[in-house]
């Protein structure tokens, strides 16, 4: 497994350019398979990620072509059975079951595996594909759901955690071949449920609301295919936000969107720093003085918890006290024993790290855990004393696309080194 070293105490400078949306881009091919026409999706990041997404529509029979960062798609006769192999590597493949139900009213996947950052149960996407008139039998590791007809109704996704990314989108997927309307109440706001639902219009659905907590769908008879440019990722944007907060002299991100950032901006200039946003860039700079924060993760609109690590990562040489409380995923803290083994003086009191500042950091090994978690290292070794070694770096292959290298033409030393 190869690993990274990261060579501590680099300033970095200049302009990093951000890649397509992973978690836009993820249901957005999945969506493909509601057509028997070709698709086109370009601005597609090259990650594992994708990677498994690819090779799970090409083996339900998808004709799959790629160049560089754009994808053809056209599902003419497909399986409706993803095979367990691929699933198990990856949780969001669970999207394609919208789409295969929406079309041929039958779709087998593996049920996802936990993860690190928690048990990642569908009871919510499974409770929506019950309300338009599927039936849903786990067994032997599988979900199947089936559906004679599929008839439009009302949903609530609502949970203890706010709502469901994913399964907002699995549902809106199964609804728009649906007989009549459907409402889903308590969706998801995420920018990437919003560019779905673009994604879906654009294919011929009548989608209202994406974006706000009650979405409208009316069933249409069939989709035709479309083109689709996936939105910039505002999850590695705000990494090299973070990064650019860290060891930075003045950084600009191009090609983002600075209205998905808002929530991750506004904790960063009450940290000490100073961000300014254009239409489509941003540029940090170090401030006067760094302040702690009290940060509380929920969903979008709110602060992201797919950022909630990296900004650890930044608290932990930031004098004071911070706080900061996991309302989505209570158990998304890999990073904390990791950034402790660094010298970081975290207390752990369930879903709340408390934070302690230390004035530096300093390099050790560390394991990879999470996709986020192991970005956080990353950001953590560039203002350490010494080097950090990060094994297990296939995890953040799974999302970031080239971030060693990104990081590298800004002024970091980050060596990758092939186990
Ligand atoms: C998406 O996952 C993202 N992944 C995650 O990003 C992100 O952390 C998460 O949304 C929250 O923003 C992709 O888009 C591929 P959820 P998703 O369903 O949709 C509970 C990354 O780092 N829940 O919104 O799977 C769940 O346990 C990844 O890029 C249920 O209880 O997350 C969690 O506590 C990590 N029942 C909360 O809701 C359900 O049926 C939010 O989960 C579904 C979810």
Do not use: W
Not at 18 to 47: F, M, Q
Not at 186 to 207: N, T
């Amino acid at each position: 497994m190869d690993k990274i070293l990261v060579h501590g105490g680099r300033r970095l400078r200049g302009t990093v350019k951000i890649s397509g949306s992973k978690n836009s881009a993820l249901p957005i091919l999945a969506a493909t398979l509601l057509t028997r026409e070709p698709c086109t999706i370009s601005r597609v990041p090259d990650l594992s990620d994708i990677h498994y997404m690819l090779t799970i529509l090409s083996e339900l029979g998808c004709e799959v072509e790629r160049a560089s960062g754009t994808v053809q798609i056209r599902a003419g006769k497909i399986l409706t059975h993803a095979p367990y192999e691929i699933v198990r590597k990856m949780r969001a493949s669970v999207c394609i079951l919208g789409p295969l139900l929406g079309r041929e009213h039958d779709a087998t996947v593996s049920l996802p595996g936990g993860c690190v950052i928690g048990d990642r149960p569908i009871d919510l996407h499974l409770r929506g594909f019950e309300a338009l008139g599927a039936v849903v039998r786990v067994s032997g590791g599988n979900v199947k759901v089936l559906a004679d007809r599929l008839r439009g109704a009302r949903i609530s996704l609502r949970s203890k955690f706010g709502s469901t990314v994913l399964g907002t989108g699995n549902v809106m997927m199964a609804a728009v071949l649906a007989d009549g309307v459907t409402t889903i109440d308590g969706a998801a706001e995420e920018p990437e449920v919003v560019d779905l639902a673009r994604f879906l219009i654009s294919m011929g659905a009548k989608i209202e609301g994406a974006g706000t907590r009650t979405i409208t769908i009316e069933g249409v008879k069939e989709l035709h295919g479309a083109e689709h440019e996936v939105i910039p990722d505002r999850i590695e944007a705000g990494t090299f936000l973070v990064a650019a907060a860290i060891s930075g002299d003045g950084v600009t991100l191009s090609r983002v969107e600075p209205r998905h950032l808002e929530a991750v901006s506004a904790p960063l200039r009450e940290a000490g720093f100073e961000i300014t946003s254009h239409s489509s860039s941003m540029t940090l700079q170090p401030g006067s003085q760094r302040r702690p924060l009290k940060l509380d993760t929920v969903p979008y609109p709110g602060f992201p918890t797919d950022m909630q690590a990296q900004m650890c990562a930044l608290l932990a040489t930031t004098d004071g006290i911070s706080v900061v409380t996991e309302h989505v995923f209570p158990n998304r803290f890999m990073h904390v024993a990791e950034l402790k083994r660094m010298g970081a003086n975290i207390e752990l009191q369930n879903a709340t790290a408390v934070i302690q500042g230390v004035p530096r950091l300093g390099g050790a090994p560390v394991m990879a855990s999470d996709l986020r978690a192991s970005a956080a290292l990353v950001l953590a070794g560039l203002q350490a004393d010494g080097t950090t070694e990060i094994n297990r770096v296939y995890h953040i292959d799974r999302g970031y696309e080239s971030i060693d290298e990104k990081l590298n033409e800004l002024g970091a030393s980050i060596e990758r080194v092939k186990a």
